[in-house]
């Protein structure tokens, strides 16, 4: 990966975001630098009242380029920042990695991530994000994203659904 990858990726609204975010940003910008799988790192990540939404999308979608097939340790990340509701539609844990294996495979592996400008509302939060295949199909992917409002998750950011776009063709798809 180069510079200009790590540039690509989203950068949180500056606020008081503590050492929590601090050393996720870390991890996500080491990753990319190295180029290294870092299933440790991920296993590690979990939601937090910290993390801003463009924080959760980016660590997503490099959770799902990084997902090692012996253990899916990268759908296991995406899988703790689903939503509570999420969750019960598409838990447990092996029938969410199942639908990401069969319904988004494009997402696994990809070697490429390039964002569109986040749109925030209150506790709504809608990103585009466009994942290149080694093969260079670049697919499209609206991250739906809402802060929790109660129980364990309590003002944590996390997915309620990610919705595909398709394929960017010369015009790009715009929601």
């Known amino acids: 990966m180069t510079i200009r990858h790590i540039a690509s990726l989203p950068i949180p609204r ?3 975001r503590g050492r929590k975010l601090a ?5 996500i910008a080491v990753t990319v630098l190295t180029n290294t799988p870092a299933t440790a790192d991920l296993q590690d990540i979990r939601p937090d009242r910290e993390h801003s939404p463009e924080l959760v999308i980016s660590i997503i979608v490099k959770s799902l380029q990084m997902n ?19 969750r019960l539609s598409t838990g447990p844990l092996a029938r969410f990695s199942q639908m990401i294996k069969r319904g988004y495979p494009n997402m696994l592996n990809h070697v490429r991530a390039r964002y569109t400008p986040i749109e925030v509302s209150d506790d709504r939060a809608v990103q585009t994000v466009w994942l290149s295949t080694a093969r260079g199909q670049e697919n499209g992917y609206a991250f739906h994203l809402s802060r929790q409002a109660s129980g364990e998750f309590d003002g944590m ?9 398709g394929r960017n063709t010369a015009e790009e798809i715009r929601i």
Do not use: C, K, Q
Request: net charge negative; charged share 15%; proline share 11%.
């Open 68 to 86: 090692d097939p012996e253990n899916d340790a990268g759908i296991a990340t995406v899988y703790r920042f689903a939503s509570p509701a999420n």
């Open 14 to 16: 500056p606020a008081r």
């Open 23 to 27: 050393a996720a940003l870390l991890m």
């Open 157 to 165: 950011w996390m997915t309620d659904a990610v919705i595909p776009l």
